[in-house]
């Protein structure tokens, strides 16, 4: 049985411990909160001897826990991943997993003395059924000519910034925005399908406080170009496609993942759509807990450092991409 502590209590933190109840082999038995209230609020819904905390060294000191999944806001998941690597606690980190490159090379060498301790960025979407097929045709399309891919999701807390807040999902400081948030689905994309491209820019529409709200990425590879088109100031229902020589493979939605389809170069269509579970972290959960059982085996190791090679690279990505359109935000200073 893995026992499993949490750093946030959001819906996302809820849909985690619930995907960890269909897949089996969990049990919670520690949350962090700085609203001690909130925390045990949170452990009542679920069974089980639940421990709340409100003080970060005490839960990774006394909490009764092997893996903490991370959901902090963004800007914290550096420092409380490394905490918790430091404290021997097996880590799953909501993507972005790091603010900047700077931060992610401090944990691959955190890990690397750290041998016995597995680390995952927690890119949901990068193990479900549907991305693996849509990564199989991929490979037999004997020609690329490009893509677009598409992921614009109005946020709930827009409405809340228009008023005159400042939501973390929205915020520099935290190391928020559209690209982060969002962009991070279509970047595993095409890190994972493509590659590494060769250049990438981003233009972005800033708010107010210059975060962004929504933009267009352009990674250019050696030979085509993948277009970016993503936000959270806004909602799309435009599907994505990658094109080939005269064949086209189309994705409902980039980061959804819902429906594949293969059209050929005589025009008829091949459903490649796999089954799916209703949580949609039930196959990231899957993946990583049959890891974590087995953490003596070389494969499985092997598999998390795969993972990991490919974080380190969206990570990357994501840097320049916010370089390119002089985005900064206040973790970038830090290592400075």
Sequence with gaps: MLKLGVIGTGWITKQFVEATQEVGGWQLTSVFSRNLERASAFAADFAG??????????????????????????????????????ADKHVIVEKPACSNPNEMKVLIRLL?????????????????????????????????????LTYLKYSSRFDDFLAGSEPNVFSLDFSGGALQDLGVYLVY?????????????????????????KGVA???YADFEVTLNLGKTATSYLPSEIYGARDTLWLDNAAELKKVTYFAADGSKTDLTQKTAENPM???????????????????????EDWLAVAVQVNRVLYSLRQSAQLQFRADFEFR
Excluded: C
């Design 112 to 148: 690397r003395r750290k041998h016995h301790i597995f680390y995952f960025e927690a890119a949901r979407h990068f193990h479900e059924p549907n991305f693996k097929a849509a990564e199989r045709q991929l490979r037999k399309m004997k020609t690329l000519q490009g893509a677009t």
């Design 189 to 213: 994309d095409a890190v994972s399908w493509f590659g590494m491209p060769q250049k990438a820019m981003y233009f972005p529409h800033k708010l107010r406080n210059g975060i962004d709200g």
């Design 282 to 304: 039930v196959a990231e959960v899957k993946n990583f807990t049959a890891v974590l059982q087995r953490p003596e085996s070389l494969s499985n190791k092997q598999l998390m």
């Design 49 to 86: 001897e639940i421990k709340g905390y409100r003080d970060l060294d005490t839960f990774f000191a006394e909490g009764d826990f092997d893996v903490v999944y991370i959901a902090s806001p963004n800007s914290l998941h550096f420092a409380q991943a490394r905490q918790a690597i430091l």
């Design 218 to 220: 352009i990674l250019q």
